[in-house]
């Protein structure tokens, strides 16, 4: 394989592998995190030193004066998008399935939140439904949040590597699942905790709509390539 990447994409590894050392040495606890960060942070440096990628070669960028299309480009970064939020919500959900700490005070947790709720209808939900049936709430939380994560990881990475329309279209619609699954949590942890502060509101603000947005565009491309084919 030719050289592929220029100064700029060889400066972007590098700094990506400085941030991911960063976070193994001072962010990541768990020992899988600890080594999925190093070996990305190893496999950025030697893209950065090797003058290579096979991504971007997979994508049509042959050498360092052939580029990726906008298109390429425009796709790869929306998959990054999705990789991102997959991250988010497996951190979220290791979190919580990891200890036994979220399932043992669920009802502590629906409390708390329904103490002071804006929403009189969701309030009840929360001191309702939700507390009856507590331990089966508090198990689905935190498995869906595995799932969707699992799901936007590994359809991500099948629609970028894979060759074959049929498996790209497939990966595109599990992805449009995930993301409205994780469009419908963030809307819950909304009404349930929007009110505890600015932070726990604007994350789920902003995941909602990146979610939102990013389904619609995979449903365009889907319902696209669909007419195309008829």
């Known amino acids: 394989m030719e050289k592929n990447i220029n100064w700029l994409d060889r400066l972007m590894r590098i700094v990506l592998a400085a941030i991911l050392f960063f976070a193994v040495v001072v962010l ?3 020992p899988v995190a600890r080594i999925l960060g190093t070996a990305g942070a190893l496999f950025a440096l030697w893209e950065a030193f090797s003058v290579k990628c096979y991504l971007t070669g997979h994508l049509g960028s042959k050498s360092v004066t ?22 988010e919500w497996w951190s979220a959900g ?12 669920i009802n502590g947790t ?10 009189p209808w969701y309030k009840d939900f929360l001191l309702g439904f939700a507390t009856r049936n507590s331990t089966v709430f508090a198990y689905s939380v935190e498995f869906s949040q595995i799932a969707i994560a699992i799901i936007l990881a590994v359809a991500g990475a099948v629609f970028v590597y894979s060759k074959q329309e ?28 929007g009110w505890t502060g600015p932070g726990t509101h604007g994350i789920n ?13 995979w449903l365009y ?4 390539k669909n007419q195309i084919n008829s």
């Open 166 to 193: 049929v498996i790209k279209k497939i990966a595109l619609k599990l992805s449009i699942l995930a993301l409205v699954g994780g469009m419908l949590m963030n809307a819950n942890f909304y009404l349930a905790a």
């Open 66 to 87: 052939e580029r990726l299309n906008e298109g390429s480009l425009y796709l790869l970064g929306l998959v990054a998008v999705q990789m991102i939020l997959a991250y």
């Open 221 to 224: 491309r889907v319902n696209q």
């Open 28 to 30: 990541f606890k768990h």
């Open 205 to 217: 603000v902003v995941m909602f709509w990146v979610q939102g947005i990013l389904a619609y565009i």
């Open 110 to 119: 629906l409390g708390y939140f329904a103490s002071k709720n804006p929403f």
């Open 94 to 105: 290791w979190e919580k399935v990891s200890t036994p700490e979220f399932v043992n005070g």
